[in-house]
């Protein structure tokens, strides 16, 4: 089975410009969560969603990032603009029920210049 | 609030030596408790978590963790290291699967 897939793994942008992650959950899944590591904060739960609605996105740092789910098999995490304090690693995860397992993909490595 | 404190950032052992990762929790209730491993340049993987029940738990490649409710520990162990285990190691609380709270997470080293 294929587990959660990111893409891009790795992103280098300039700071100003846009920054799209995306992220397919396991099939079946029904919940998906963006995380976002970093060194001085750890690894942090920025968003979920439940059947594609968001529940809860008080993760969210501030309004430059927004977070999609148009369908069950995808999501978007968008970065506009982004700034040199964005550079981290992204995480999407998926569960099959809020109340499962999460599995994590191989995460997004973003470097804002 | 929720908060987990992993003491040790990064811990060394001999590859065959027993280990134990250390994890406290501040929570009001019973939580939901969580140990995760992270290879490098991977995502995380649960290894363990604690629901209810038997305060021990058993988990995948031979890892255990207890509970100590007195003393708002989860620490994780296992008996022969192997080289394979050198990642990143998480413990994570929540009120459930969903909005969990990592620790900083340590770091282990397996000298051969």
């Known amino acids: 089975d294929a587990g959660v897939i990111q893409s891009p793994r790795h992103e280098v942008t300039e700071m100003g410009q846009e920054v799209t992650l995306r992220c397919k959950p396991i099939?079946?899944?029904?919940?998906l969560f963006w995380y976002r590591q970093t060194m001085m904060r750890g690894l942090e739960l920025l968003i979920y969603f439940n059947n594609n609605v968001p529940i809860d996105d008080s993760g969210m740092p501030e309004d430059r990032f927004s977070a999609k789910m148009p369908n069950a098999s995808f999501s978007t995490l968008k970065i506009q603009p982004s700034e040199p304090r964005d550079s981290a690693v992204y995480f999407c995860a998926s569960s099959l029920a809020r109340t499962d397992t999460q599995y994590f993909g191989p995460g997004t490595r973003l470097t804002v210049l | 609030a929720q908060s987990v404190t992993q003491p040790d950032i990064h811990i060394t052992v001999s590859e065959g030596a027993s280990l134990e990762l250390r994890c406290n929790y501040s929570?009001?209730?019973?939580?939901?408790l969580f140990w995760y491993v992270q290879s490098p340049g991977q995502g995380l993987q649960l290894l363990l978590k604690?629901?209810?029940?038997?305060?021990l738990v058993q988990g995948i490649k031979g890892f255990e963790a207890e509970f100590k409710r007195s003393q708002s520990s989860f620490n994780l162990r296992k008996p022969s290291v192997h080289w394979s285990d050198a990642a990143e190691y998480f413990c994570a609380v929540g009120p459930n699967n969903n909005d969990m709270r990592f620790g900083a997470g340590t770091r282990l080293t397996v000298k051969p």
């Open positions: 929570y009001g209730a019973t939580p939901y």
């Open positions: 604690y629901f209810s029940g038997d305060t």
């Open positions: 099939s079946g899944h029904n919940s």
